[in-house]
Nanobody
Framework: QVQLEESGGRLVSAGDSLRLSCAAS????????MGWFRRAPGEEREFVGS????????YVADSAKGRFTISRDNVKNTMYLQMNSLKPEDTAVYYC???????????WGQGTQVTVSS
């Protein structure tokens, strides 16, 4: 089992920056990748980006490219989402997830609320 806990979400103004963290515990050695997702009110869950746990290779969705950066600290077993130039449409609950295999996201955190005011 892998446990994930997000933190860092809060109310910010448009144009602000915010960094979310996702701390992993448990069988972290089994993780091959971690990812960020978000769900805005009334919307489907959206993939934001991911990072391979060993090599640190990142992938960021088009909606976040140029503004969001994903990184990780293997020693702290923590993944980060640096969000810059935030927009009201970035308002959502942000979730982190972990994969132990090639495709399916096996573990999920509880989510952290990010609200961007205009």
């Amino acid at each position: 089992q892998v446990q994930l806990e997000e933190s860092g979400g809060r109310l910010v103004s448009a144009g602000d920056s915010l960094r979310l963290s996702c701390a992993a515990s448990g069988r972290t050695f089994s993780m091959v990748a971690m990812g960020w997702f978000r769900r805005a009110p009334g919307e489907e869950r959206e993939f934001v980006g991911s990072i391979s746990w060993s090599g640190g290779r990142t992938y960021v969705a088009d909606s976040a490219k140029g503004r969001f950066t994903i990184s990780r600290d293997n020693v702290k077993n923590t993944m980060y989402l640096q969000m810059n130039s935030l927009k009201p449409e970035d308002t959502a609950v942000y979730y982190c997830a972990a994969r132990t295999g090639p495709t399916e996201w096996d573990y999920w955190g509880q989510g952290t609320q990010v609200t961007v005011s205009s």
